[in-house]
């Protein structure tokens, strides 16, 4: 009878172990799991198609065609960068980049330097989504002092 009296504690005891390890294992899991999209996200990205919604107008541009771009995201900056596959007198090159805050389902850029300089010292606020190694964002594009508000969607590719 003193031997069962003593494992009893020790039974007990075990048992909330576990339970506290199991427990602390699934928060662990849980936490990864939140931050997959934010990570996700940073890499090399190739720009494949952009989608310019104005009121009733849609404009589909296919950005594989004689130009190049690409965007490059880390978890506190991102870049940008076009060209065209001419190298003549009338190639054409943009870039721009700055800061950028990365959540589960937004991405914010905060654009700092542009070649279009108008375009500097704005914030734009998209959605997002990754399918595999597919990117799509959308997000209104608004610049008070150049008359742009418009629905942009672009679908990206990602660079290994």
């Known amino acids: 009878m003193k031997k069962s009296f003593v494992l009893f504690p020790l039974k007990v005891l075990a048992f909330l172990s576990t339970l506290l390890l199991a427990s602390c294992e699934k928060s662990s899991k849980t936490h990864k799991s939140e931050n997959t999209n934010e990570t996700a996200l940073i890499g090399t990205w190739k ?7 104005k ?17 490059i995201i880390n978890s506190t900056h991102f870049a940008f ?3 065209d596959l001419k190298q003549d007198s009338t190639s054409i090159f943009v870039s721009g980049g700055g800061r950028c805050g990365i959540t589960p389902h937004k991405y914010i850029e905060h654009l700092d330097f542009c070649n279009f300089r108008e375009w500097e ?5 998209f959605e997002y989504s990754i399918q595999g190694d597919t990117l799509v964002t959308k997000g209104i594009e608004k610049v008070t002092s150049l008359n742009v508000n418009h629905y942009n969607i672009e679908k990206y590719v990602r660079i290994k």
Request: proline share 0%.
């Open 121 to 125: 010292n704005n914030t734009f606020e």
């Open 47 to 53: 720009l494949l198609t952009g989608t310019i919604i």
């Open 55 to 71: 009121e009733k107008d849609t404009t589909i541009t296919d950005y594989t065609a004689n130009q190049e771009v690409i965007k």
């Open 81 to 83: 960068l076009r060209h």
